[in-house]
């Protein structure tokens, strides 16, 4: 199958775990690769998405909801799966507010939503970024966890390949 890895990355950090995820649905035998929403002018020949977002003050990037606004009524007749990264350091990982990130996957339907910690590096962000950060009690360092998201690659694959 093919499947686009569409990831709205600021800092990077969403676009790694993008890649780990074509990796693995690679290994899964599928077609995969990764692009920036806002460069997908069609889903014409994709059999299924994976959409990511990084999470600024608990919203999805801009360039994130624009595909889902460009390609709504697509995204609902494919297989369709959803992840956010962000809230680096928040314990659980948890979305604090998901009522904000959630409309926007509201109008889209994904089979599943995950949420992965992130990646705080003070020195790829502005001033105004940095501010935030530090107000708001983030927590400097790279909380990503490489095997949660791997596995849940994987069981996309699995589950692409069981429908093939």
């Keep these: 199958m093919k499947i686009l890895v569409a990831v709205a990355s600021k ?3 969403a676009n790694e775990i993008g890649d780990v995820i074509v990796d693995q649905l690679r290994a899964g035998g599928h077609e995969a690769r990764r692009m920036d929403p806002a460069d997908v ?7 299924a998405v ?5 999470v600024y003050m608990t919203r999805w990037m801009d360039s994130a909801q624009a595909f889902i606004s460009r390609f709504s009524s697509e995204l609902r007749q494919m297989p369709l799966w959803a992840f956010s990264v962000g809230l680096s350091g928040v314990p659980k990982g948890n979305v604090q ?10 109008r889209i339907e994904p089979r599943e ?7 705080l ?17 983030a927590v400097e360092g790279d909380f990503r966890d ?3 998201i791997r596995q849940w690659a994987d069981s996309i694959s699995q589950q692409l390949t069981q429908e093939a």
């Design 11 to 13: 800092h990077g950090s």
């Design 41 to 47: 002018s069609s889903l014409d020949g994709i059999d």
């Design 50 to 54: 994976v959409l990511g977002s990084s």
């Design 97 to 106: 507010d998901p009522s904000r990130v959630g409309p926007v996957l509201l």
């Design 113 to 119: 939503h995950r949420t992965f910690k992130g990646r």
């Design 121 to 137: 590096d003070p020195e790829v962000l502005n001033l105004r970024e940095r501010t935030v950060a530090r107000l708001g009690g």
């Design 146 to 148: 490489w095997e949660q």
